[in-house]
């Protein structure tokens, strides 16, 4: 039987304690994952990573971790793409640490370049990491690079499978809100393109990089250039539903983490498991 498990972007709202001992508020509230934010830089210590990953073992919860923002591997600007390159390895090196396994982030933007460029100014950065990872010694951590939610973004489902076949060691990480909102609403509205977009994903990359299968989700509101910001679950105003991605994925049969960017965090983490402990059930009787 295929595994779910789900778990919040970063410090659960209603967690006042030591980030190193989240895993236990988690699994006291029934969920078994964590991605660790390091969106604003890698600042978490290598002792307090090491502790953060003991812990999460214990507590049986998969460990994450987002990258940072302040990432551009399609610049224009050979001092941003020195640096982009840096802070990813120095994320990777404190995934390595806490015993995540993979390191989610948004590639880059596409500027003046054409999508393809883009793309494969993106390939020759992550081969750069990924030869820094073979230096170091990094073999259980994963480079994710995710689909985004901007048109002006390097990040569409075909050009993230394209980094991950090119780069090796790549699996992508199918943020099914902003698919929904690059496209303005037009896609990931019926359980058949779920199973579009997982059936891409194996044909091109295989089986390995769906087990399990790294996803956020949260409900989003787009405009003409695409995402703007993520919502709460309960906004019947927004999509995409999650139901409906929830029965795509149990169709397909994929082990899943399911990673929460709503603006509360657990608490639609929570919602979500309960939606899919419903469908298993519906599913069994």
């Known amino acids: 039987m295929v595994r779910f498990r789900f778990g919040p ?75 982009s390159i840096d802070r990813l390895n120095k994320a990777v090196k404190a995934a390595s640490y806490m015993g995540a396994y993979v390191v989610v982030f948004h590639p880059g933007y596409y500027g003046s370049l054409k999508p393809e460029e883009a793309t494969k100014m993106v390939i020759d950065c992550l081969i750069k990491v990924r030869e820094f990872m073979e230096r170091e010694g990094i073999k259980n951590v994963w480079l994710g690079p995710e689909t985004t939610g901007k048109t002006s973004q390097v990040g569409s489902v075909d050009e993230i499978i394209t980094i991950c076949r090119e780069v090796g060691k790549a699996r992508p990480v199918v943020d099914w809100a902003h698919i929904y909102a690059r496209s303005k609403g037009s896609y990931i509205t019926s359980i058949n393109h779920v199973i579009e977009v997982i059936d891409k994903i194996e044909k091109e990359l295989g089986r390995e990089v769906l087990n399990p299968l790294h996803c956020h989700f949260s409900k989003i509101s787009y405009g003409k250039g695409g995402e703007r910001e993520h919502v709460i679950l309960a906004d019947e105003a927004h999509g995409p539903d999650f139901r409906m991605v929830c029965k795509g994925l149990l169709e397909v049969g994929v082990d899943t983490v399911i990673i929460s960017e709503s603006p509360i965090l657990e608490k639609d983490a929570l919602v979500m498991k309960r939606i899919y402990e419903e469908l298993v059930g519906a599913h069994k009787t």
């Open 9 to 83: 972007a970063g410090k659960p709202i209603e967690y006042k304690g030591p980030t190193v001992e989240i895993p236990f508020f988690l699994k006291s509230l029934g969920l078994d994952a964590f991605e660790y934010q390091a969106v604003r830089g890698v600042r978490i210590s290598k002792e307090d990573a090491e502790q953060l990953g003991i812990n999460a073992r214990r507590s049986g919860v998969l460990v994450s971790l987002h990258g940072p923002y302040y990432i551009n591997f399609s610049s224009q600007k050979k001092d941003v793409i020195t640096k």
